[in-house]
């Protein structure tokens, strides 16, 4: 099974980098996205995202995660602001958030 952080190799296009994300779907397709190394130019190329399946483990473990604290999700309600009808934003006692 291939991790977060494994370094892999497409067996299609040949391209290899560091699975960043796994994308998993309804109906039990999964997908990587691959990031390639810095190019000769200096360049960080795009990501790709390939079935797992067609993927093969060149070194497991390559990236570790540092212990960071989690990041993403939803901002703070109180940075939360409806500019298209500000009376809808989080300070708004008519946000849906206050409704339940």
């Known amino acids: 099974m291939i991790q977060l952080g494994d370094r892999v190799r497409d067996t299609v296009s ?5 699975v960043v994300a796994e994308h998993r779907y309804l109906h039990s397709c999964v997908r990587m996205s691959v ?28 990236v570790r995660r540092t212990g ?15 500019h298209a009808n ?4 989080a300070t708004s006692p008519a946000h849906p958030a206050d409704r339940r």
Do not use: C, M
């Open 14 to 18: 040949g391209l290899v980098g560091i």
């Open 68 to 82: 960071a604290p989690d990041t993403g999700g939803d901002a703070p309600r109180e940075s939360r602001i409806n």
């Open 86 to 89: 500000p009376a809808l934003s």
């Open 35 to 62: 990031q390639p190394p810095i190019n000769a130019e200096g360049k960080l190329p795009e990501w790709a995202a390939f079935d797992e399946a067609q993927l093969e483990v060149v070194e497991s473990g390559a």
